[in-house]
């Protein structure tokens, strides 16, 4: 059923909010006795108050996680049991995709007709993905010298901590969880603290799904707090994580000082979009780019906002891009027509906002650069192109994180290709022509986890996403990202 805006807007008023942890599969308060105020960012309105968990209750987790794990009622059961519980864990998710949709658009501002259509949807799909997946693994016997045999079995890891970013709370922590579950890990989250109700609520179901008690645990609290506790923990065994270069550096740090826990890192990205004078449609090119650009309001780790345009046809495709821009117009997100919602919060604007008011002034604003204030919010912000910046610019080299695209003349193949990888990013990249050849040939040198050809940000359940360089390490998706939460053991028989 599609909802309309006054049906939404019923739907968030009649929902349900509690912030506290699960921990062993039970609702409890944070040993700290506080809370955090969590507003709505598109209202400015209080919502709910989300515990403010500490090093005690991220104890509590890991303890009930191992307790779990050892006891080898989840990761003993065999694959098969594991497939039936996360089949049902995606019936369920399907069955509240709304409720699921109205706490992602609440806490973070993202259109309810994307949170409700692909991101409540799609983490169902995913946990499918997994359950059928893990069932079909092979492991491997080797050849070996007469007289001895040897299995080389994928064993589960342990305690996995898992770390999200809030631009895709329940998405995200569907990517790292849905292959650790299925491997037979046991997982402590810690949700971000913007947006922390999914993964709450995703807790609550896994136990409903006949998922044992424990071996989903989620404590949300400060990434200072929480997330430096569970990174710093002796008893987590690897550590997934989804955010910043610069958090993700830190939690490199903290492995180190603590127990060499291993870590799958995605983490901060400023992909390039090159559009080459061949390209067979450009007007198909420009829709795209604006797509890759301001899609999620620009809160996207791979958004290709830094666009190269062959000069010949740079002017043209500016006025096609300015033109397909208009379609991300904020609004309020529970409005299924608006194009963009709000920025997760104020403060967050006010960076963003900063770096357009740079840009105003060192180079062109071509379209956008307004912040209108709706629902007496000013966490939005126009899709806003920019122009005529020099190549060391912050919107060419820092990861803004909002509706921001950069555009950029080339003269030459060799000149796009080095102002792409001019970045110390490496998560994805888009080129556009109608040359087969140049598209192996560009595709080939572009330094990025996903190169997407005549189209932008190509991603799904059967191809690996991650990145090179600072963009982290590590891969989500696919069937390669069960090698996150696995390792080979060798078990070696001599019999002869």
Request: hydrophobic share 45%.
């Amino acid at each position: 059923m599609t909802r309309s805006y006054e049906e939404w807007q019923a739907a968030a008023a009649a929902l349900d909010f509690d912030g506290r942890p699960v921990i062993g599969g039970v609702r409890a308060d944070a040993s700290s006795g506080r809370t955090i105020e969590k507003r709505n960012p598109a209202t400015g309105e209080i919502i709910s108050h989300i515990h403010d968990c500490v090093e005690a209750d991220v104890d509590a987790a890991v303890a009930a996680a191992r307790a779990a794990y050892e006891s080898g009622v989840w990761s003993r059961s065999g694959a098969g049991f594991r497939r039936e519980r996360l089949l049902e864990l995606a019936r369920l998710i399907e069955a509240r995709a709304e409720e699921f949709a109205l706490y992602d658009t609440l806490d973070m501002g993202k259109p309810i007709r994307e949170s409700s259509t692909i991101d409540a949807p799609g983490s169902a799909a995913l946990y499918r993905f997994y359950g059928e997946a893990i069932e079909k693994t092979e492991d491997l016997i080797p050849v070996t010298p007469p007289g001895s045999t040897a299995l080389v079995t994928r064993e589960a890891l342990g305690v996995v901590g898992v770390i999200v970013a809030w631009n895709y709370p329940l998405e995200i922590a569907t990517w790292k969880l849905a292959p650790a579950l299925a491997a037979g890990n046991a997982v402590v989250v810690k949700p971000p603290v913007e947006a922390s109700h999914s993964a709450l609520l995703l807790a609550e179901l896994a136990i409903e799904a006949g998922i044992p008690a424990g071996v989903l645990n989620v404590v949300p609290g400060r990434g200072s707090v929480v997330g430096r506790a569970l990174a710093l923990h002796e008893d987590v065994d690897m550590l997934a994580f989804t955010g910043s270069t610069e958090v993700a550096k830190q939690l490199q740090q903290y492995a180190g000082q603590s127990n060499m826990k291993r870590l799958a890192l995605e983490a901060g990205g400023k992909s390039s979009n090159l559009v080459f004078a061949d390209c067979d449609d450009l007007r198909l090119a420009a829709e795209k780019a604006a797509f890759g650009s301001f899609y999620n309001q620009g809160e996207v780790c791979s958004a290709n906002s830094r666009i190269f345009v062959e000069r010949s046809v740079y002017d043209e495709f500016l006025q096609l891009l300015s033109a397909a821009a208009r379609a991300y117009a904020p609004g309020d997100p529970l409005d299924p027509a608006v194009g963009t919602g709000s920025l997760v919060s104020e403060a967050h604007a006010d960076t963003v906002w900063a770096a357009i008011e740079n840009a105003r002034r060192d180079g062109t604003i071509v379209a956008g650069g307004a912040r209108p204030e709706i629902n007496g919010s000013k966490a939005f912000i126009e899709p806003t192109i920019v122009a005529d910046v020099p190549s060391d610019h912050e919107v060419h080299t820092r990861e803004i994180f909002g509706p921001v695209a950069v555009v950029t003349p080339f003269d030459t193949e060799e000149e796009a290709i080095t102002r792409a990888n001019e970045t110390p990013y490496g998560l994805a990249a888009s080129l556009w022509t109608g040359s087969l050849a140049r598209a192996h040939r560009v595709s080939e040198r572009l330094v990025a986890g996903t190169v997407s050809v005549n189209t932008v940000d190509a991603l799904g359940f059967t191809t690996p996403f991650g990145g090179f360089k600072q963009s982290g390490f590590g891969r989500d998706l696919s069937v390669h990202a069960l090698e996150n939460y696995t390792d080979y053991k060798t078990t070696w028989m001599q019999w002869g």
